[in-house]
């Protein structure tokens, strides 16, 4: 009897223990899918393209940053660039993604739909860089009926946007307005230039004809960072890609015309020159204003009168060598004749010859 009290306690207790092990089996079970689940989850959000800026990269745009608040005179020029002609296109193409290299509105593109960069709203007659002026992602994509899938948010983030590289209107973007300052510091006895601002120019061919639509200013500070690292092929001849966006805006290799400065009536060139001549001889009247502002700056010495003191120390030099050589030639002892002998006279008699005696 004793034996089957035993065993009768021993079965109760292996039953007792069986859930518990259960439990702690679907514990391990869930510990071990718990990495493949957070992988999964991983695996659905879409990987930027882009990286984020470093701390070092972080700081070379802010030594990179030209203060102007000193300055004791500055000029705002807007110009707009036509990105198809030939010194402007290494911004233009390519139109399409070929082997991870773009142009500079598909970098732009990119930048604003993974949320790196702000963009602000295109005003007529001014810029205002404020949150009140932010662009509105979605709404600047169904104002230039740019095709998009909204995709939702994951834990109480934002909703993405897919979109298609082909539906990205890299190649419609043909023109581009900067905005720059020419500035001089007198404390650093430094004149330069600096770009301020960007803003992209749509063309659209519809029913009234080709259109333009400017869409949104991009502070080129912000952008200058990512662009900084874009290499893009500069030359026909030569494929290498040795400069960056970045390097193509700051040492000025794109061509621009002038279309406004910053004045205190606030107008454009074309609100008080109707004609393309007259607007012509305005630009070139604007670039020779600055050309010689700058050289004002610096002592330029004059031309002729160095001219002049070059020819006089050449004449100079010419009458010192000629007195040197006269006074050489009297110093020198006089050269003694040579004597030469006589010849000695031939007589007038005749003489007899020897012969045929």
Known sequence: MRHIY???????????SLPAMAQEGNGN??????????????????????????????????????EIGNARW??????????????????????????????????????????????????????EFTDEHLVNFKEMLDRFHIYYEEVPGKRGEEPGFVINE????????????????????QNNSMFDVKILAICPILTSVGDMGETTMPMFWLPYENI???ISNAYI??????????????DYFRRRMFKGDIIKTQNL??????AYCPTPDSLKKEQERIENQLVAF??????????????????????????????????????????????KAPKPERSSTPVRSVRRR
Do not use: C, H
């Open 6 to 16: 035993y065993i009768a306690i021993m079965a109760a207790s292996l039953l007792a």
């Open 29 to 66: 079970n869930q510990q071990r899918r718990s990495p493949q689940a957070s992988r999964g989850e991983r695996n659905d959000q879409k990987e930027s393209d882009t990286p984020d800026l470093t701390v070092r990269a972080q700081d070379l745009n802010e030594r990179l940053t030209q």
């Open 74 to 127: 500055t000029r705002v020029i807007y110009r707009q660039l036509n990105l198809v002609d030939e010194q402007n296109a290494p911004l233009y193409y390519p139109t399409q993604s070929i082997n991870g290299q773009r142009n500079l509105f598909s970098t732009i593109f990119q930048l604003l739909g993974e949320n790196k960069i702000k963009a602000y709203e295109y005003l007529d007659g001014y810029e």
């Open 166 to 185: 082909s539906d990205i209107p890299s190649a419609d973007v043909r023109s581009l307005y900067v905005k720059e300052a020419w500035y001089f510091d």
């Open 224 to 226: 200058r960072p990512y």
């Open 233 to 246: 092929m500069t030359s026909n001849i030569n494929n290498a890609m040795t400069f960056t966006m970045d």
């Open 265 to 270: 009536l606030n107008q454009p060139l074309q």
């Open 294 to 339: 700058e050289k004002a700056l610096w002592f330029q010495p004059d031309t002729t009168a160095q001219a002049a003191d070059k020819e006089e120390t050449k004449k100079s030099k010419k009458s010192s060598r000629k007195s040197k050589d006269e006074g050489v030639k009297q110093e020198e002892a006089p050269k003694t004749k040579t004597v």
